[in-house]
């Protein structure tokens, strides 16, 4: 009797065991039943307070169960809603390109033409730099800013622009 009362224990310990081992695994499911087993064997083995204390785990592992199930959910949740988010930027951004685009195209040849004269002008202004030519590059920047005032608003507005290059020219003018 009293080795079949020993065996009973070492099989509810190793049920134990068993379940903890499932448990970091995360396989609460599995590790609740290996628990249910184990209580099991220590209610015929009399341990009423083993007993109660497994059953407290099994509770506290039923209650991380939903707490899981619901954190996953939001996760998943927040998720969605921050790829919609990023979705409608995405939409936005090409929406606006479309519009630069068309807008492009409404563009007089005349304007086109400066535009282009302005883009070349850069690619030298950038040659130059590295150069060191200094007085060229300030030069090339103010007929550059001459071009852009030239343009009306109404079909370009080249503000910002102007003021980076304003912004560069003064950095520049130290330098010669």
Same mark, same amino acid.
Request: glycine content about 4%; overall charge positive.
């Given at each position: 009797?009293?080795?079949?009362?020993?065996?009973? =224990?070492?099989?509810? =310990?190793?049920?134990?065991?068993? %379940?903890?081992?499932?448990?970091?695994?995360?396989?609460?499911?599995?590790?609740? %039943?290996?628990?249910?087993?184990?209580?099991?064997?220590?209610?015929?083995l009399g341990y009423?307070?083993?007993?109660?204390?497994?059953?407290?785990?099994? %509770?506290?592992? *039923?209650?991380?169960?939903?707490?899981?199930?619901?954190? *996953?959910?939001?996760?998943?949740?927040?998720?969605?809603?921050?790829?919609?988010?990023?979705?409608?930027?995405?939409?936005?951004?090409?929406?606006? =390109?479309?519009? *630069?685009?068309?807008?492009?195209?409404?563009?007089?040849?005349?304007?086109?033409?400066?535009?282009?004269?302005?883009?070349?002008?850069?690619?030298?202004?950038?040659?130059?730099?590295?150069?060191?030519?200094?007085?060229?590059? *300030?030069?090339?920047?103010?007929?550059?800013?001459e071009l852009y005032?030239?343009?009306?608003?109404?079909?370009?507005?080249?503000?910002?622009?102007?003021l980076e290059i304003?912004?560069?020219?003064?950095?520049?003018?130290?330098?010669?």
């Amino acid at each position: 009797m009293h080795r079949h009362h020993d065996n009973l =224990e070492e099989e509810a =310990e190793k049920l134990e065991n068993q %379940s903890k081992e499932e448990f970091n695994k995360k396989n609460y499911t599995i590790a609740i %039943s290996l628990l249910n087993e184990a209580k099991e064997v220590y209610k015929q083995l009399g341990y009423g307070g083993k007993v109660g204390i497994i059953q407290k785990q099994i %509770s506290q592992m *039923k209650n991380l169960m939903v707490f899981e199930k619901q954190n *996953k959910y939001l996760k998943t949740k927040n998720e969605a809603q921050f790829q919609q988010r990023v979705d409608k930027v995405l939409t936005e951004k090409k929406r606006y =390109e479309n519009k *630069k685009i068309e807008s492009l195209k409404e563009i007089p040849p005349q304007i086109k033409g400066k535009l282009e004269k302005i883009n070349l002008l850069k690619e030298k202004v950038e040659k130059e730099l590295k150069l060191g030519r200094i007085e060229r590059v *300030k030069g090339r920047y103010e007929y550059i800013i001459e071009l852009y005032k030239s343009i009306p608003k109404s079909i370009l507005n080249s503000s910002f622009e102007i003021l980076e290059i304003e912004r560069i020219l003064s950095s520049l003018g130290d330098k010669k």
